[in-house]
């Protein structure tokens, strides 16, 4: 499968959650690190999601927010997966930074120039990105 999603995580469903509407899936991604989508439940059924399946979930660079101090920040988003800045490109309006998680996966963020001079990432640096759960799309094998 290519797809034009720069982060492309695999994993297995821990945790699956049904509403009336939506869903919540977790998803286990290995060394600790869990993620959690909100998909429709039309879709999970029809993806047949139930904890144990494998899983892939999607989630596009300009959907990821990067925090480095987390003190006394609540945030409604569902999804916070520390690690360390792993490589910062520069472009000339956004840049691009890699946060390498603990359990190995690895989280590109697409965010502007101004907010990774602000935030001072430098690889080496610690960071936590943020991803929304209605973010995350997912994907099973076929």
């Not at 502007?112 to 602000?118: G, L, N, P």
């Amino acid at each position: 499968m290519k797809v034009s999603a720069r982060n492309v995580f695999a994993g297995t469903v821990s945790a699956y959650r049904p509403g009336n509407v939506n869903a919540e899936v977790e998803v286990d991604l290995g060394g600790g690190d869990h993620l959690v989508a909100v998909i429709t439940v039309d879709s999970a059924e029809s993806l047949g999601i139930a904890p144990g399946q494998s899983v892939v979930a999607l989630v596009k660079a300009p959907w990821v927010m990067v925090l480095t101090d987390e003190s006394g920040i609540r945030l409604s988003a569902r999804n916070g997966l520390r690690g360390i800045v792993e490589t910062v490109t520069p472009g000339t309006v956004n840049g691009e930074v890699v946060i390498a998680l603990h359990g190995g996966a690895k989280v590109a963020a697409v965010i502007t120039r101004e907010a990774i001079a602000d935030l001072g990432l430098k690889p080496g640096a610690p960071a936590t990105a943020i991803i929304k759960a209605s973010h995350v799309v997912l994907g099973v094998p076929t």
